[in-house]
């Protein structure tokens, strides 16, 4: 037999205390839970991820889009970075004053060229107001899950209120399962040493997030 | 692992070791305190957290009463998706096909993302001995296998370690496993944490194999979920060509929609955080995004015999948040290393028992590894009655009873050992049964009580030899009772004077 059929008749037999009628899903399940904790407008699920994601030291910009242009060029400045990966969707325009190499996100580049670069600028597919997240599905104005791992520094740009919900159970339902998601809560932390937390152990040591109002 | 752990003391016997090193005691209370005390505040931020427990605890249990269903519909999703998948009825068989997996890359060396599942089957061991070179990549788990250690925490594993040891071990180890700790490190966890990075990256940069566990897997769309804080999960996950998953067949979830109860419940439990740093979720291959090629191990490995008990089974609910270990008196004094497993604390005391077997000496110690406090199943994100499931292995341990050992059932024999316990506990029914004779027992006790010695003698005396005997009343209850409030029956029943005992 194989593995397979090992497992699975081990498992068979062991739930002989399962009624046969039983379906898969009729064991009963109360989702009696909050979709969302608390009552707020949009405006104030923007507010709430802004508190939320400073929380977890990330760094909140706000922007109109007429400023974010400079915003980001200055951000970027203020970095010293004279590299910074663009993915293939990204509005060019958001990069207009900046004055740095643009590195673009090639399949074939290597995570080693990629360490080269000093930042990363992308958006998001929506950010998650209760938990300070934001979720990256590997959409056009994002790239590969790596630009956004390697590189020391990410900026990355919420459209607010339109990207933003209330809750993880609001969340859900917005990203497809079958494209890979990176949830993103603050700069990669550790804790691990007398549970002390220490920003940036391996993925980029400082998170700036712009919420980019509508014009 | 599990070879590791086999020349192990029982648990008493390595409890009292540990319990006399006062620097893990104070490495351990400063930080469960911590943690716990975090938590707790986390929890509070969701007033529905009593309802989300109990969803969670649901659709663990659906998936568990069908879990061939749902195994079989992850391996059809997974498959869809581009993945491969392997079944592995034990350790054996998983390291066996890892090898294989491993092998057939051509690479000899492969990043780890902190995995409990590959920990349990002694996975980097089994690589070792061909000749493949495992590197951990987790901060703790780093510290740990610099330090030719084992993990004494499910979340922190390292957490018997102060900063001062782990700036020793980096710069004594780093150097043999690849860049050395940079001169003059100082014990800052900051600065520990910048030599981990930078001893690390070269790993991440060039690895062209990973190796991981998951926190969920999702049957309807073959979705596997790594939850993390640092990002060597990320690395691990995107950055090599090969992804080699080993996942405990009880981490299915049946929906995309259950992880909106699980996102929610396991890092507010595990590290107290609204939203742990990092999570990453992949569904087989994406063209042009992170590994060419993915393999998902399922592992049963004492699963299913774990499934086949019907008060034990709850232990599969388990997603190792180890919330339970933080609140624990008896983890707290006696350390992770006590326990004899990858699984400490509670929640090792339920489930190592039920993967292995509990013919093991160590196994058959660890239901009483601890005081029934029932801490650990109020702060169970997923509801296990840990002290209900404890009582049943000590049950199974001192009489015997059916189990189920590598999917056969079986009549297990009491254990050798625990005749005295075995007697007493039948005295005792005994004479709950015949109440002349018990009154006239503890009056006969009070009146000998000087007598009494303070250890027991024969077997009782491993017993006594941690505890002290309890100090026998000079007057039996029932005699009190009788002097003080006359006739009256104790359950209080004459209903008159001064108040029943209700």
Same mark, same amino acid.
């Given at each position: 037999?194989?593995?397979?059929?090992?497992?699975?008749?081990?498992? $068979?037999?062991?739930?002989?205390?399962?009624?046969?009628?039983?379906?898969?899903?009729?064991?009963?399940?109360?989702?009696?839970?909050?979709?969302?904790? /608390?009552?707020?407008?949009?405006?104030?699920?923007?507010?709430?991820? !802004?508190?939320?994601?400073?929380?977890? $030291?990330?760094?909140? #910009?706000?922007?109109?889009?007429?400023?974010?242009? !400079?915003?980001?060029?200055?951000?970027?400045?203020?970095?010293?970075?004279?590299?910074?990966?663009?993915?293939?969707?990204?509005?060019?325009?958001?990069?207009?004053? !900046?004055?740095?190499?643009?590195?673009?996100?090639?399949?074939?580049?290597?995570?080693?060229?990629?360490?080269?670069?000093?930042? +990363? +600028?992308?958006?998001?597919?929506?950010?998650?107001?209760?938990?300070?997240?934001?979720?990256?599905?590997? /959409?056009?104005?994002?790239?590969?899950?790596?630009?956004?791992?390697?590189?020391? #520094? #990410?900026?990355?740009?919420?459209?607010?209120?339109?990207?933003?919900?209330?809750? +993880?159970?609001?969340?859900?339902?917005?990203?497809?399962?079958?494209?890979?998601?990176?949830?993103?809560?603050?700069?990669? !932390?550790?804790?691990?040493?007398?549970?002390?937390? +220490?920003?940036?152990? #391996?993925?980029?040591?400082?998170?700036?997030?712009?919420?980019?109002?509508?014009? | 692992?599990?070879?590791?752990?086999?020349?192990?003391?029982?648990?008493?016997?390595?409890?009292?070791?540990?319990?006399?090193?006062?620097?893990?005691?104070?490495?351990?209370?400063?930080?469960?305190?911590?943690?716990?005390?975090?938590?707790?505040? @986390?929890?509070?931020?969701?007033?529905?957290?009593?309802?989300?427990?109990?969803?969670?605890?649901?659709?663990? &249990?659906?998936?568990?009463?069908?879990?061939?269903?749902?195994?079989?519909?992850?391996?059809?999703? %997974? %498959?869809?998706?581009?993945?491969?998948?392997?079944?592995?009825?034990?350790?054996?068989?998983?390291?066996?096909? %890892?090898?294989?997996?491993?092998?057939?890359?051509?690479?000899?060396?492969?990043?780890?993302?902190?995995?409990?599942?590959?920990?349990?089957?002694?996975?980097?061991?089994?690589?070792?001995?061909?000749?493949?070179?495992?590197?951990?990549?987790?901060?703790?788990?780093?510290?740990?296998?610099?330090?030719?250690?084992?993990?004494?925490?499910?979340?922190?594993?390292?957490?018997?370690?102060?900063?001062?040891?782990?700036?020793?071990?980096?710069?004594?180890? =780093?150097?043999?496993?690849?860049? *050395?700790?940079?001169?003059?490190?100082? &014990?800052?966890?900051?600065?520990? @944490?910048?030599?981990?990075?930078?001893?690390?990256?070269?790993?991440?940069?060039?690895?062209?194999?990973?190796?991981?566990?998951?926190?969920?897997?999702?049957?309807?769309?073959?979705?596997?979920?790594?939850?993390?804080?640092?990002?060597?999960?990320? =690395?691990?996950?995107?950055?090599?060509?090969?992804?080699?998953?080993?996942?405990?067949?009880?981490?299915?979830?049946?929906?995309?929609?259950?992880?909106?109860?699980?996102?929610?419940?396991?890092?507010?439990?595990?590290?107290?955080?609204?939203?742990?740093?990092?999570?990453?979720?992949?569904?087989?291959?994406?063209?042009?995004?992170?590994?060419?090629?993915?393999?998902?191990?399922?592992?049963?490995?004492?699963?299913?015999?774990?499934?086949?008990?019907?008060?034990?089974?709850?232990?599969?609910?388990?997603?190792?948040?180890?919330?339970?270990?933080?609140?624990?008196?008896?983890?707290?004094?006696?350390?992770?290393?006590?326990?004899?497993?990858?699984?400490?604390?509670?929640?090792?005391?339920?489930?190592?028992?039920?993967?292995?077997?509990?013919?093991?000496?160590?196994?058959?110690?660890?239901?009483?590894?601890?005081?029934?406090?029932?801490?650990?199943?109020?702060?169970?994100?997923?509801?296990?009655?840990?002290?209900?499931?404890?009582?049943?292995?000590?049950?199974?341990?001192?009489?015997?009873?059916?189990?189920?050992?590598?999917?056969?059932?079986?009549?297990?024999? *009491?254990?050798?050992?625990?005749?005295?316990?075995?007697?007493? =506990?039948?005295?005792?029914?005994?004479?709950?049964?015949? *109440?002349?004779?018990?009154?006239?027992?503890?009056?006969?006790?009070?009146?000998?009580?000087?007598?009494?010695?303070?250890?027991?003698?024969?077997?009782?005396?491993?017993?006594?030899?941690?505890?002290?005997?309890?100090?026998? @009343?000079?007057?039996?209850?029932?005699?009190?009772?009788?002097?003080?409030?006359?006739?009256?029956?104790?359950?209080?029943?004459?209903?008159?004077?001064?108040?029943?005992?209700?």
């Amino acid at each position: 037999m194989s593995g397979r059929d090992v497992v699975l008749a081990r498992i $068979r037999r062991a739930l002989a205390d399962v009624p046969r009628g039983e379906g898969p899903s009729d064991p009963p399940v109360a989702r009696d839970y909050l979709r969302v904790h /608390g009552s707020r407008t949009a405006g104030q699920d923007v507010e709430l991820l !802004a508190e939320n994601l400073a929380d977890y $030291r990330a760094i909140v #910009h706000r922007s109109g889009p007429d400023g974010l242009p !400079a915003l980001i060029g200055r951000l970027l400045a203020e970095r010293g970075a004279r590299s910074v990966v663009v993915p293939p969707g990204l509005d060019p325009g958001w990069l207009a004053a !900046a004055e740095v190499t643009r590195v673009p996100d090639l399949a074939p580049s290597t995570a080693r060229e990629l360490d080269a670069v000093d930042s +990363v +600028v992308t958006g998001c597919a929506l950010a998650i107001a209760e938990t300070g997240t934001l979720v990256l599905d590997a /959409g056009p104005d994002q790239g590969r899950r790596r630009i956004t791992l390697v590189p020391d #520094h #990410h900026i990355c740009v919420v459209r607010v209120p339109g990207q933003v919900v209330g809750s +993880v159970p609001e969340a859900l339902p917005r990203l497809a399962p079958d494209r890979p998601l990176t949830w993103i809560s603050g700069p990669s !932390a550790t804790s691990d040493i007398e549970l002390d937390r +220490v920003e940036g152990v #391996h993925g980029p040591r400082t998170l700036e997030v712009v919420l980019l109002a509508a014009g | 692992m599990s070879g590791t752990s086999l020349g192990m003391p029982a648990f008493p016997r390595a409890a009292a070791v540990s319990t006399g090193d006062s620097r893990l005691r104070a490495n351990l209370t400063h930080a469960t305190h911590t943690i716990r005390d975090k938590r707790a505040r @986390a929890v509070a931020e969701l007033d529905d957290w009593a309802q989300l427990r109990a969803a969670g605890a649901a659709v663990k &249990d659906r998936t568990l009463r069908h879990l061939d269903h749902y195994l079989e519909r992850l391996e059809e999703s %997974v %498959v869809a998706a581009g993945g491969r998948v392997h079944w592995a009825a034990d350790a054996e068989e998983a390291n066996r096909i %890892v090898t294989r997996l491993v092998r057939e890359t051509g690479e000899r060396e492969v990043v780890k993302v902190k995995s409990m599942a590959t920990q349990e089957i002694g996975l980097n061991e089994a690589l070792a001995e061909a000749g493949i070179r495992a590197y951990e990549t987790d901060l703790a788990e780093l510290i740990v296998q610099l330090g030719d250690d084992l993990p004494s925490h499910i979340l922190v594993p390292a957490i018997h370690r102060n900063r001062s040891e782990i700036r020793d071990i980096f710069l004594r180890e =780093m150097g043999s496993w690849g860049r *050395p700790a940079p001169e003059g490190l100082s &014990d800052s966890p900051a600065e520990l @944490a910048e030599a981990a990075r930078l001893h690390l990256r070269e790993k991440f940069l060039t690895a062209k194999v990973g190796i991981s566990g998951a926190n969920f897997m999702v049957a309807e769309s073959g979705t596997l979920v790594v939850v993390e804080s640092e990002g060597n999960g990320r =690395m691990c996950l995107t950055l090599p060509e090969t992804l080699i998953s080993v996942v405990g067949i009880e981490k299915t979830v049946p929906t995309w929609q259950d992880l909106e109860i699980f996102l929610q419940l396991l890092p507010r439990s595990s590290t107290a955080e609204r939203m742990n740093p990092y999570t990453t979720t992949w569904t087989g291959t994406t063209d042009g995004d992170g590994p060419r090629t993915f393999h998902l191990v399922l592992l049963d490995n004492g699963r299913t015999d774990t499934l086949a008990d019907t008060v034990g089974r709850q232990a599969l609910r388990c997603i190792r948040c180890s919330a339970c270990l933080n609140v624990c008196p008896v983890y707290e004094r006696a350390g992770g290393h006590a326990y004899g497993s990858p699984y400490p604390g509670p929640i090792g005391a339920i489930l190592t028992p039920q993967l292995r077997g509990i013919e093991g000496s160590l196994e058959a110690s660890l239901p009483y590894a601890s005081s029934l406090c029932g801490a650990c199943y109020e702060v169970c994100p997923v509801a296990i009655d840990i002290p209900e499931v404890l009582v049943h292995l000590r049950e199974r341990v001192v009489e015997g009873g059916p189990v189920t050992r590598r999917g056969t059932r079986t009549v297990l024999k *009491p254990a050798r050992g625990h005749a005295a316990e075995r007697a007493a =506990m039948r005295a005792a029914a005994w004479a709950f049964d015949h *109440p002349g004779a018990l009154r006239g027992g503890m009056r006969l006790a009070s009146r000998t009580r000087r007598l009494h010695p303070r250890r027991l003698p024969g077997p009782g005396r491993a017993w006594s030899d941690s505890r002290e005997l309890p100090a026998v @009343a000079a007057e039996s209850f029932r005699d009190w009772w009788r002097r003080t409030r006359g006739e009256q029956r104790p359950d209080g029943a004459s209903g008159e004077g001064r108040g029943g005992v209700r």
